[in-house]
């Protein structure tokens, strides 16, 4: 069984602190996504890595797909309240054997003003 | 655009009802999920269809869940009898099967509570 492991899974800090969120795996991923869910909505897509070592940027957020597409990374700048809010990745195996999505654990983020 | 639409949003039921769960996928998508969130186990696939057509139904928990896919924009999620362990949010994601990112768009989600 495939599993994206999440760390860390609860994270509490103030407004403006850097952090960094990890998702690992044993797994080569064809690509991978990372999804931040508010309370009661639904995941909402943030990016979309597909090469290994690519490293993309929105605004405050960095996230960078490891080298051998096993692991990734988001790292946030100066944190603001708005960021709160669980974080998922998100592993495709692609090759079209299937298009469903093996989901991390989640890390929630709360971001104290 | 319109996104993914789900009804209900709330729904309370009793133990032993039959429930059923609604979603509208983004127009042109030929892709649908069902997941189902609780603290416990976090986010699960249940089931997904391409192109109408049930994939793969393993994370089914039994055989009081059933999916449908009638046409391209409308799918259910039917739990018939319901237990107060079905408790969850339950969401409905669609996207665009062959294309290489295989990027998900999700609903809102439907809150069950089964007392």
């Known amino acids: 069984t495939q599993l994206l492991e999440q760390s860390p899974q609860f994270l509490s800090i103030q407004e403006g602190e850097n952090l960094t969120v990890y998702c690992n795996s044993s797994?080569?991923?064809?690509?991978l996504q990372w999804y931040r869910q508010e309370p009661g909505e639904g995941p909402v897509l943030l990016v979309t890595?597909?090469?290994?070592?690519e490293v993309k940027k929105l605004k405050r957020l960095t996230f960078q797909f490891g080298d051998a597409r096993k692991d990734s990374s988001l790292h946030i700048t100066a944190a603001q309240t708005g960021d709160t809010g669980l974080y998922l990745c998100?592993?495709?195996?692609?090759?079209?054997?299937?298009?469903?999505?093996?989901f991390g654990t989640g890390t929630l983020l709360a971001v104290q003003p | 655009d319109a996104g993914v639409i789900q009804s209900p949003r709330h729904e309370v039921t009793e133990m032993g009802q039959e429930v059923t769960l609604r979603c509208k996928p983004i127009?042109?998508?030929?892709?649908l999920f069902w997941y189902r969130q609780t603290m416990m186990r976090g986010l699960e696939l249940l089931i997904y269809?391409?192109?109408?057509?049930?994939?793969?139904d393993s994370g089914m928990p039994e055989d009081r869940f059933s999916a449908k896919m009638p046409n391209a924009s409308f799918s259910t999620l039917k739990i018939q009898p319901s237990e107060p362990r079905d408790s969850a949010v339950y969401f409905c994601?669609?996207?665009?099967?062959?294309?290489?990112?295989?990027?998900?768009?999700f609903g809102p989600g439907t809150r069950l509570t089964v007392t």
């Open positions: 994601a669609s996207s665009l099967f062959g294309t290489a990112l295989y990027e998900q768009y």
């Open positions: 797994s080569v991923f064809s690509s």
């Open positions: 890595v597909v090469t290994g070592g």
């Open positions: 998100a592993g495709a195996q692609g090759g079209g054997a299937t298009n469903k999505l093996i």
């Open positions: 127009s042109g998508h030929n892709s």
């Open positions: 269809f391409n192109n109408n057509v049930p994939i793969d």
